[in-house]
Nanobody
Framework: QVQLVESGGGSVQTGGSLRLSCAAS????????MGWFRQAPGKGREFVAA???????YYGDSVKGRFTISGDNAQNTVYLQMNSLNPDDTAVYYC???????????????????WGQGTQVTVSS
């Protein structure tokens, strides 16, 4: 089993920045993809960003150019640096991880086997 614990959420004003962290513990895995999703009230889970173990990154259109995902393989930790935040970014942010090989889309929630509990990000105008 893998446990994912997010941290770093909070409240900021428009234009501010936050850095989310996701620490993976439990079974150590190699060859993985880790991602961030978010869910606003009344909306579905939206893909934000993902990173493969080799370092390839992916971003959702709404965050491209503002958010940066990075990973520390040694620490099994993934970060999401969020800049130029606006009220549309308000949501619960979830970290997710996949450790199985296969053919999959990093943008689909069904790709991931493990999920964190979520951390709230609130951006006020």
């Amino acid at each position: 089993q893998v446990q994912l614990v997010e941290s770093g959420g909070g409240s900021v004003q428009t234009g501010g920045s936050l850095r989310l962290s996701c620490a993976a513990s439990g079974r150590t895995f190699s060859g993985y993809v880790m991602g961030w999703f978010r869910q606003a009230p009344g909306k579905g889970r939206e893909f934000v960003a993902a990173i493969r173990s080799g370092g390839t990154t992916y971003y959702g259109d709404s965050v491209k150019g503002r958010f940066t995902i990075s990973g520390d393989n040694a620490q099994n930790t993934v970060y999401l640096q969020m800049n130029s935040l606006n009220p549309d970014d308000t949501a619960v942010y979830y970290c997710a991880a996949r450790s199985r090989p296969g053919i999959y889309s990093v943008r689909s929630p069904s790709t991931y086997d493990y999920w964190g509990q979520g951390t709230q990000v609130t951006v006020s105008s």
